[in-house]
């Protein structure tokens, strides 16, 4: 399929494609990459990808939702990659992603409170060995 027969931008106006032929645009000639069942055709941004050409090269044809989530894209950077929207994948196709953004910093902020609640406990237990410990030696010493 050429470029020229897809639609770029509106969601009412996207073609739907298999993944199989976003596999088709693994070239630095033709850069198709599928981030939440969405399709982008990202051949014009190369050279413009802060990260370099080769990250988008390597992805090419292939689904990135989970790195493009790794990396913590800004909201600038989110906004821009919807002009390159080109297509979207065939609902028979589509994949459910377990985190998008904000379940992502959800889960992480949760995370974090756990772990400082647990680092917080950690010396109120190091305080109550050590007061066993000590009333141990207390009462051997004493008797």
Not at 40 to 66: I, R
Not at 84 to 91: F, N, R
Not at 125 to 136: E, G, Q, R, T, W
């Amino acid at each position: 399929m050429s470029l020229s027969s897809y639609h770029y931008g509106k969601m009412a106006d996207l073609q739907r494609v298999t993944r199989a032929q976003v596999a088709e645009h693994n070239t630095n000639s033709s850069v198709w990459m599928c981030i939440e069942n969405q399709v982008y055709d990202l051949t014009t941004f190369l050279d413009q990808h802060p990260g370099g050409s080769e990250v988008l090269l390597k992805l090419a044809g292939h689904d990135a939702t989970e790195q493009y989530e790794d990396i913590g894209h800004s909201t600038d950077a989110r906004l821009m990659k919807d002009k390159y929207l080109v297509a979207e994948i065939v609902d028979e196709e589509k994949m459910t992603y377990s985190n998008d953004g904000e379940e992502l910093f959800e889960k992480e902020t949760i995370e974090a409170e756990n772990k400082s609640d647990s680092t917080t406990m950690d010396p109120m237990v190091f305080v109550a060995i050590l007061a066993v410990v000590f009333a141990i030696i207390y009462y051997f010493l004493l008797y």
